[in-house]
C-alpha cells in the first residue's frame, strides 16, 4: 500500500466513515495482494538481464575472432546454446520459480540465434538476414509452449515481425509473402489467449494487447501484391477487424488504454479514410492501375468474413449495448470501393460525410460517457477533416476561416458544456 | 501437461536446436574437405549485419550471362555452370533448372534482366548474384579490407583479388578472400596505413 493511500484511510478512520475492522480487512486484503510483487519484480529484472547477457555474447561473437582456429570458433558456436539448455534444463527438472524459468527461456533464445550467427559466420554461410531471423524464430517457438513462458510470447512475435518486414519488404521481394510470419503468429495465439483470460490485468497482456496489432499492421503490407488501391482496403478491413475484436467483452470492460485493438482500429480506421478522403488517391491509383491479384483478395475476404463475424459476435451474442459506427466503417467502404471502380466522385464525397459522421459520433460517444479522451477525439477527426479539405478545394479563404473558427469555437463549447454537466451529476451524486 | 512430458519435449527441442547449426557444419566441413576449388575474380565492399557482424560484400566478375530467355523475373533461382581455367572460375552457362552436364554449379540469384531495345543495342543479359558474396571478417579488417583494394584498383602492386570457393554438389563455401596471393585478412595486418 502506498503511504497516501495510508494517509487517506487514516482520514476516512478519523472522520468515522470506516471502522477500524475495514481498516483491518483493507490492510490484509492489500497484504496478501502485495505477496507475489517481489518475485514478480525479480523475473522483470532477471529476464532484462538474461536478454541483456544474451545480446551481449551476440555482439561479442560478431566482433569475429579471427585468431581462433575453425574448431575454436565452432566450440564457442555452441557454448552459449549448450549453457542456456543447461539453465532451461535445470529450471524445468528443479521445479524454480517463474523468474528462473523467464530468465533461463530469455537466454537461451538469444543464445539460439548466436549459434546460428556464429556458424553462419565461420563457414562465410550465404543467407539473408530474413532466413536466418526464421531458423531462428522457428528454433524458439516450441519453448514458449514447454516454459509457458510470455516473455518468448514477447520475444518471438517481436522477431517474426523483422522478419516479416525484412522478407516482404526488402530489395529482392516484390513477390515474396511472408507466409511463415504468419504461421508464426498463429503459433504464438493460443499462449496469448491464455494469457489475455487468466491474467487479463497483467501489464505484461496489455502490452500484448498493443504488440499484436501492431505488429500486424506492420506487415500487412507486404502481403499486397500490386500497386493498385486495393492495399487501402485490406488495411480498413484489418481495423474493421481490431475495432471489433476491441468490442468484445474480453477486451472492452478493460480499461481504454488497455485496449490497443480498439484504439489502433479506431485510430487506423480514420487516418486510412482520411488519406481516402483526397481526389488524386481515387484519381490516380484506384481507376487508372486497379489489377487485380487472387492472393490479396483472398486474404481481403478473410478479413471481411472475421470482421463480419465479430460484429455479430458483440451484437447479437454477447450482447454489447454500446453499438458503434466504427464497428461497420469496413462494410461501407467495401461498398465505396466497388462504387469507385466505375465513379469516382460518389466514393469520394460520401467518405468525407463518412468522417464526418464518425466524428460526430465520437463526440456523442463521449458526451454520453463523460470522457473528455472520447469527446476531443470526435473533434479532432473534424478538424483533420478541415485541415485536408484545406488543400485540396477551392473553397474562399474566408468560408475557411469561418469553418476553422467554427471548429475552434465548438472545441470549448462541447468541452465546457460537459464539464459543466460534470459538475451537475457529482452534485447530484453527492446530495 | 504432465512433468514428464514437458521434460521429453524440451529435451527433444533442445537436439533439435544443436542439430541445425551441426548439420550446417558439417555440411560446409564436408564441401570443404570434398568439393573442389576455384578461384572467383573479385572485388571487396564493406557491409554489416546487426547480429553476424561485420563482412565485406564480393561483386565478381562472373556476374551476367548473354540469354535469349527474358522470362526471367528478379528473385528467380539461376543456376550457373562453372568450368575451371588454370584454377580459376570461368562460367560455362546459365539454366532455370538442374541441366546435366558434366561441370559444377551453384545456385545464384537473379538481380535484373538487361533487354535489348530501341536504346540497348547491346544482346540481353541476366545479371545474377553468386551465393557466396558474403565473407565475414573482423570488425577492425573489414573496412581497410575494402580500402585496400579500392584505393590501389589501378596500382600495380595488387594483381589478383579472387575468392576462393570449394563446390560440390551445387553447395558452395566460401574459404578465404586471396589478394597477392595471401589472404586478404594478412593482407590488411601487413598492409596497415
Given at each position: 500500500?502506498?503511504?497516501?493511500?495510508?494517509?487517506?484511510?487514516?482520514?476516512?478512520?478519523?472522520?468515522?466513515?470506516?471502522?477500524?475492522?475495514?481498516?483491518?480487512?483493507?490492510?490484509?486484503?492489500?497484504?496478501?495482494?502485495?505477496?507475489?510483487?517481489?518475485?514478480?519484480?525479480?523475473?522483470?529484472?532477471?529476464?532484462?538481464?538474461?536478454?541483456?547477457?544474451?545480446?551481449?555474447?551476440?555482439?561479442?561473437?560478431?566482433?569475429?575472432?579471427?585468431?581462433?582456429?575453425?574448431?575454436?570458433?565452432?566450440?564457442?558456436?555452441?557454448?552459449?546454446?549448450?549453457?542456456?539448455?543447461?539453465?532451461?534444463?535445470?529450471?524445468?527438472?528443479?521445479?524454480?520459480?517463474?523468474?528462473?524459468?523467464?530468465?533461463?527461456?530469455?537466454?537461451?533464445?538469444?543464445?539460439?540465434?548466436?549459434?546460428?550467427?556464429?556458424?553462419?559466420?565461420?563457414?562465410?554461410?550465404p543467407g539473408d538476414l530474413s532466413s536466418y531471423l526464421l531458423t531462428w524464430t522457428l528454433l524458439c517457438i516450441p519453448l514458449v509452449y514447454i516454459l509457458k513462458s510470455n516473455t518468448l510470447v514477447f520475444l518471438c512475435l517481436v522477431f517474426a515481425t523483422y522478419y516479416g518486414c525484412n522478407y516482404g519488404y526488402g530489395y529482392f521481394s516484390s513477390s515474396h509473402t511472408p507466409w511463415w510470419y504468419l504461421l508464426m503468429v498463429i503459433a504464438?495465439?493460443?499462449?496469448?489467449?491464455?494469457?489475455?483470460?487468466?491474467?487479463?490485468?497483467?501489464?505484461?497482456?496489455?502490452?500484448?494487447?498493443?504488440?499484436?496489432?501492431?505488429?500486424?499492421?506492420?506487415?500487412?503490407?507486404?502481403?499486397?501484391?500490386?500497386?493498385?488501391?486495393?492495399?487501402?482496403?485490406?488495411?480498413?478491413?484489418?481495423?474493421?477487424?481490431?475495432?471489433?475484436?476491441?468490442?468484445?467483452?474480453?477486451?472492452?470492460?478493460?480499461?481504454?488504454?488497455?485496449?490497443?485493438?480498439?484504439?489502433?482500429?479506431?485510430?487506423?480506421?480514420?487516418?486510412?479514410?482520411?488519406?481516402?478522403?483526397?481526389?488524386?488517391?481515387?484519381?490516380?491509383?484506384?481507376?487508372?492501375?486497379?489489377?487485380?491479384?487472387?492472393?490479396?483478395?483472398?486474404?481481403?475476404?478473410?478479413?471481411?468474413?472475421?470482421?463480419?463475424?465479430?460484429?455479430?459476435?458483440?451484437?447479437?451474442?454477447?450482447?454489447?449495448?454500446?453499438?458503434?459506427?466504427?464497428?461497420?466503417?469496413?462494410?461501407?467502404?467495401?461498398?465505396?470501393?466497388?462504387?469507385?471502380?466505375?465513379?469516382?466522385?460518389?466514393?469520394?464525397?460520401?467518405?468525407?460525410?463518412?468522417?464526418?459522421?464518425?466524428?460526430?459520433?465520437?463526440?456523442?460517444?463521449?458526451?454520453?460517457?463523460?470522457?473528455?479522451?472520447?469527446?476531443?477525439?470526435?473533434?479532432?477527426?473534424?478538424?483533420?477533416?478541415?485541415?485536408?479539405?484545406?488543400?485540396?478545394?477551392?473553397?474562399?479563404?474566408?468560408?475557411?476561416?469561418?469553418?476553422?473558427?467554427?471548429?475552434?469555437?465548438?472545441?470549448?463549447?462541447?468541452?465546457?458544456?460537459?464539464?459543466?454537466?460534470?459538475?451537475?451529476?457529482?452534485?447530484?451524486?453527492?446530495? | 501437461?504432465?512433468?514428464?512430458?514437458?521434460?521429453?519435449?524440451?529435451?527433444?527441442?533442445?537436439?533439435?536446436?544443436?542439430?541445425?547449426?551441426?548439420?550446417?557444419?558439417?555440411?560446409?566441413?564436408?564441401?570443404?574437405?570434398?568439393?573442389?576449388?576455384?578461384?572467383?575474380?573479385?572485388?571487396?565492399?564493406?557491409?554489416?549485419?546487426?547480429?553476424?557482424?561485420?563482412?565485406?560484400?564480393?561483386?565478381?566478375?562472373?556476374?551476367?550471362?548473354?540469354?535469349?530467355?527474358?522470362?526471367?523475373?528478379?528473385?528467380?533461382?539461376?543456376?550457373?555452370?562453372?568450368?575451371?581455367?588454370?584454377?580459376?572460375?570461368?562460367?560455362?552457362?546459365?539454366?532455370?533448372?538442374?541441366?546435366v552436364r558434366d561441370t559444377d554449379y551453384v545456385i545464384g540469384k537473379a538481380k535484373w534482366l538487361n533487354r535489348k531495345n530501341n536504346w540497348n543495342k547491346n544482346p540481353t543479359r541476366l545479371n545474377f548474384n553468386l551465393p557466396f558474396n558474403r565473407f565475414y571478417m573482423n570488425e577492425n579488417k573489414a573496412k581497410p579490407a575494402e580500402d585496400a583494394v579500392r584505393f590501389r584498383r589501378n596500382d600495380s602492386t595488387i594483381k589478383s583479388v579472387?575468392?576462393?570457393?570449394?563446390?560440390?554438389?551445387?553447395?558452395?563455401?566460401?574459404?578465404?578472400?586471396?589478394?597477392?596471393?595471401?589472404?586478404?585478412?594478412?593482407?590488411?595486418?601487413?598492409?596497415?596505413?
Amino acid at each position: 500500500m502506498t503511504s497516501k493511500f495510508q494517509k487517506e484511510i487514516q482520514l476516512l478512520l478519523d472522520n468515522e466513515v470506516i471502522n477500524q475492522d475495514t481498516v483491518k480487512r483493507i490492510e490484509t486484503f492489500y497484504a496478501s495482494k502485495n505477496e507475489e510483487k517481489p518475485n514478480r519484480l525479480f523475473t522483470i529484472f532477471g529476464v532484462i538481464g538474461a536478454a541483456l547477457v544474451g545480446l551481449g555474447i551476440i555482439l561479442i561473437l560478431a566482433h569475429n575472432w579471427d585468431d581462433f582456429s575453425r574448431l575454436m570458433k565452432t566450440i564457442l558456436a555452441f557454448a552459449p546454446l549448450l549453457i542456456g539448455q543447461f539453465f532451461v534444463g535445470y529450471s524445468l527438472f528443479k521445479v524454480k520459480g517463474k523468474s528462473w524459468v523467464e530468465a533461463s527461456g530469455t537466454f537461451l533464445f538469444f543464445a539460439v540465434g548466436s549459434s546460428i550467427g556464429l556458424v553462419s559466420q565461420i563457414y562465410n554461410i550465404p543467407g539473408d538476414l530474413s532466413s536466418y531471423l526464421l531458423t531462428w524464430t522457428l528454433l524458439c517457438i516450441p519453448l514458449v509452449y514447454i516454459l509457458k513462458s510470455n516473455t518468448l510470447v514477447f520475444l518471438c512475435l517481436v522477431f517474426a515481425t523483422y522478419y516479416g518486414c525484412n522478407y516482404g519488404y526488402g530489395y529482392f521481394s516484390s513477390s515474396h509473402t511472408p507466409w511463415w510470419y504468419l504461421l508464426m503468429v498463429i503459433a504464438l495465439i493460443p499462449q496469448y489467449f491464455k494469457l489475455i483470460k487468466s491474467k487479463k490485468d497483467f501489464n505484461f497482456a496489455s502490452i500484448c494487447n498493443w504488440l499484436f496489432p501492431l505488429s500486424l499492421v506492420t506487415v500487412l503490407g507486404a502481403f499486397t501484391e500490386t500497386h493498385s488501391g486495393f492495399g487501402f482496403l485490406m488495411y480498413v478491413l484489418l481495423f474493421g477487424v481490431f475495432y471489433n475484436i476491441g468490442k468484445l467483452k474480453l477486451f472492452y470492460n478493460q480499461k481504454l488504454r488497455r485496449n490497443g485493438y480498439l484504439i489502433i482500429g479506431s485510430l487506423g480506421t480514420v487516418i486510412t479514410l482520411l488519406i481516402t478522403s483526397f481526389k488524386w488517391i481515387w484519381n490516380d491509383i484506384f481507376r487508372s492501375e486497379f489489377v487485380f491479384s487472387p492472393q490479396e483478395a483472398a486474404i481481403a475476404v478473410l478479413l471481411f468474413v472475421s470482421a463480419g463475424l465479430l460484429v455479430y459476435r458483440t451484437t447479437q451474442k454477447e450482447k454489447n449495448n454500446d453499438f458503434s459506427l466504427f464497428q461497420i466503417v469496413f462494410f461501407v467502404f467495401v461498398l465505396l470501393f466497388s462504387v469507385a471502380q466505375t465513379d469516382e466522385v460518389i466514393p469520394l464525397v460520401l467518405i468525407n460525410v463518412l468522417l464526418l459522421v464518425l466524428g460526430v459520433n465520437a463526440i456523442k460517444i463521449g458526451a454520453d460517457r463523460f470522457h473528455f479522451g472520447v469527446l476531443n477525439y470526435g473533434l479532432l477527426i473534424i478538424t483533420s477533416l478541415i485541415v485536408c479539405r484545406f488543400f485540396d478545394t477551392d473553397m474562399s479563404f474566408v468560408l475557411r476561416g469561418l469553418l476553422f473558427v467554427g471548429v475552434g469555437g465548438g472545441f470549448f463549447a462541447t468541452n465546457y458544456i460537459m464539464l459543466q454537466k460534470q459538475k451537475k451529476t457529482t452534485k447530484s451524486i453527492s446530495k | 501437461m504432465k512433468k514428464i512430458y514437458i521434460l521429453i519435449a524440451f529435451c527433444v527441442l533442445a537436439l533439435i536446436q544443436i542439430f541445425i547449426p551441426a548439420q550446417m557444419v558439417l555440411s560446409q566441413e564436408t564441401v570443404l574437405e570434398k568439393g573442389k576449388p576455384y578461384k572467383f575474380i573479385t572485388r571487396p565492399i564493406d557491409p554489416n549485419d546487426p547480429f553476424r557482424g561485420k563482412y565485406i560484400t564480393l561483386r565478381y566478375e562472373i556476374s551476367s550471362f548473354k540469354t535469349l530467355d527474358t522470362t526471367w523475373q528478379r528473385g528467380d533461382d539461376v543456376y550457373v555452370y562453372i568450368k575451371d581455367s588454370l584454377g580459376f572460375a570461368k562460367l560455362d552457362t546459365i539454366s532455370k533448372q538442374k541441366i546435366v552436364r558434366d561441370t559444377d554449379y551453384v545456385i545464384g540469384k537473379a538481380k535484373w534482366l538487361n533487354r535489348k531495345n530501341n536504346w540497348n543495342k547491346n544482346p540481353t543479359r541476366l545479371n545474377f548474384n553468386l551465393p557466396f558474396n558474403r565473407f565475414y571478417m573482423n570488425e577492425n579488417k573489414a573496412k581497410p579490407a575494402e580500402d585496400a583494394v579500392r584505393f590501389r584498383r589501378n596500382d600495380s602492386t595488387i594483381k589478383s583479388v579472387y575468392g576462393l570457393v570449394h563446390i560440390k554438389d551445387g553447395t558452395s563455401v566460401l574459404k578465404d578472400v586471396i589478394i597477392n596471393s595471401i589472404s586478404i585478412k594478412d593482407y590488411v595486418e601487413q598492409n596497415k596505413p
